[in-house]
């Protein structure tokens, strides 16, 4: 299996700076035939279900706000908040796709201070 | 529009049978996989199986010997059957849409249901 190992496992930081989190997947997740990298990130608020924010690493969804930055490629991994706000206090999780089972990170826990 | 729905019991007795439904809505089982992922409390996500639109199924390995996925797509309908259930079990289990972009990620998921395996 493919183990997806995130940090830090928490964070705090005050509404309006930048703040970094990171994925490492013990095997490249990218696959050579389409340059993709099978890799998405996922938004969980508290007492929510998760909300997918980017996919293929870096791809944001439809009406996630541009302050949602992914990057990395091949075993690197990094979701950006390029500017926190106060509803991003969330848990963030990691997931890679590019084989079964599908699994993910142990997330990242952003508080704001 | 698009919405997923998990219903069962919340209370299971150990070594007892675990039946959940997934119904569906704003789209259709014959044109979308549909996983099952649960989460132990305050815990990681952990992916169990999939029922692929063409009805085929997959699982992890680490569920396989008691999970099973089956459908009714008249009713719009997933189900999991898990046996034997432990302790180990309790958690909230999720059912979510896999995304058309060819890759095996989550675009909708369910509220999600709690179960409580204990006597």
């Known amino acids: 299996d493919i183990v997806m190992t995130q940090t830090p496992s928490s964070q705090a930081v005050s509404a309006g700076e930048k703040v970094t989190m990171s994925c490492k997947s013990s095997?490249?997740?990218?696959?050579?035939?389409?340059?993709?990298?099978?890799l998405a990130w996922y938004q969980q608020k508290p007492g929510q279900s998760p909300k997918l924010l980017i996919s293929w690493a870096s791809t944001r969804e439809s009406g996630v706000p541009d302050r949602f930055i992914g990057s990395g490629s091949g075993t690197d991994f990094t979701l950006t908040i390029s500017s926190v706000q106060a509803e991003d206090l969330a848990v963030y999780y990691c997931e890679q796709y590019y084989d079964t089972p599908l699994t993910f990170g142990s997330g990242t826990k952003l508080e704001i201070k | 529009q698009v919405q997923l729905k998990e219903s069962g019991p919340g209370l299971v007795q150990p070594s007892q049978t675990l039946s959940l439904t997934c119904t569906v809505s704003g789209f259709s089982l014959t044109s979308y996989s549909v996983h099952w992922v649960r989460q132990h409390s305050g815990k990681s996500l952990e992916w169990m199986g999939r029922?692929?639109?063409?009805?085929?199924?997959s699982y992890n390995s680490a569920f396989t010997s008691r999970l099973s996925i089956s459908r009714d797509t008249s009713k719009s309908q997933v189900f999991l059957k898990m046996n034997s259930l432990q302790t180990e079990d309790t958690g909230t289990y999720y059912c979510?849409?896999?995304?058309?972009?060819?890759?095996?990620?989550?675009?909708?998921w369910g509220q999600g249901v709690m179960v409580t395996v204990s006597s």
């Open positions: 979510a849409r896999e995304d058309l972009g060819q890759g095996d990620y989550f675009d909708y």
């Open positions: 095997q490249s997740l990218l696959y050579s035939e389409n340059k993709k990298n099978y």
């Open positions: 029922m692929w639109s063409d009805g085929d199924t």
